[in-house]
């Protein structure tokens, strides 16, 4: 049950990357000068909000299963569907680790840089962990249905670049708009990247 | 099994259109000169992509579904599964729409903004068909465990926002550039706008 009580650590803590992603995008959105920008953040935070919605039922059932029956006494049904709700997951993992990335893009301040860059490092950790207990549970439950492992994200040269150093030096957004000269849309929501690192 | 039969037709069109897109998005990564650009289209072909694995297994079963037996012959698992993932790619519907969108605001040639803006309507009308028959069927079947209809995309004026014509007058991205002055990019996949519009 070891993988399980893993597993549940790993979708907990970007249970709360999430929330802490939504503090610091919130505010570009409600800054936001054009549609586009707009529209892109909002895109983004749409798309975790969703992802939000299936952790708070796979995190609870995680739960529980680990502190319950073993594994092999699962059906195989339930294991499956199980297999197939981690996998969903695994994908969700490595899109939130690409938002992050494509966040860094926005910001010019170390502060929230270095906030979006250690989220996107723990979370492609905890994506490389997901993959090697879904592949090894996959083996060992050969019997159950189990869902198609194949990875989309190999064979992409994007995925070895630093973006934290490709987006030191590009033009940045809006951001750098908020940072400096509107401090009450931050302070709006009650939050700082101070406040949300101890989230 | 009529609902079934519509199910079907749409999730059907979407994996056509998922094709389409990407044939339209892959040459601007391909001539992106910039890690933000590569990385922002990548992203979104490989949210796609995710997406076409799960249509390859879900529309398959709903033809053999809406060739079958009754609904109300379905277990309550079996139908509380189904609702589940025709659920979830009613947000994939939704997140499609969007990334039509923001691709609206890359091109500049009319053949592709008209192109990407009529599977934007076409999906945005399949998104709302999907929404009322899970909405009739989870009412129906009120005994069976159904997912949370809760919608996320209400709320948000970013959606009454016309993207067309918001972009017609944005600067545009690397896609000029392929247009006009890199043929053979397009060339290369064989694919131009004129033969995907009869795919």
């Known amino acids: 049950m070891q993988e399980i009580t893993q597993l549940h650590a790993i979708f907990d803590r970007t249970r709360g990357y999430i929330n802490n992603f939504m503090g610091v995008i919130q505010p570009i959105i409600d800054a936001?000068?054009?549609e586009h920008t707009r529209l892109?953040?909002?895109?983004?935070?749409?798309?975790?909000?969703?992802?939000?919605?299936?952790l708070q039922?796979?995190?609870?059932?995680?739960e529980k299963l680990s502190a319950g029956k073993s594994l092999d006494q699962l059906s195989d049904r339930d294991?499956?569907?199980?297999?197939?709700?981690v996998n969903l997951?695994?994908?969700?993992l490595h899109n939130f680790r690409e938002h992050l990335e494509l966040s860094l893009y926005e910001f010019k301040d170390d502060e929230t840089r270095q906030l979006l860059d250690g989220m996107r490092e723990k979370t492609h950790t905890d994506y490389l962990t997901v993959k090697e207990i879904m592949a090894n549970m996959s083996q060992r439950f050969s019997d159950a249905a189990h869902p198609d492992l194949t990875d989309h994200d190999e064979g992409h040269d994007i995925h070895q670049v630093?973006?934290?150093?490709?987006?030191a030096s590009a033009?940045?957004?809006v951001a750098s708009v908020i940072k400096h000269s509107a401090p009450a849309v931050t302070g709006k929501k009650g939050l700082t990247v101070g406040s949300l690192k101890g989230m």
């Open 32 to 34: 936001a000068t054009d």
């Open 40 to 54: 892109y953040y909002h895109h983004i935070l749409e798309e975790e909000e969703q992802r939000m919605g299936r």
């Open 57 to 62: 039922e796979l995190v609870p059932y995680l």
């Open 79 to 85: 294991l499956s569907q199980m297999l197939s709700d």
């Open 89 to 92: 997951e695994r994908f969700g």
């Open 162 to 167: 630093d973006h934290l150093k490709a987006s």
């Open 171 to 173: 033009p940045h957004g």
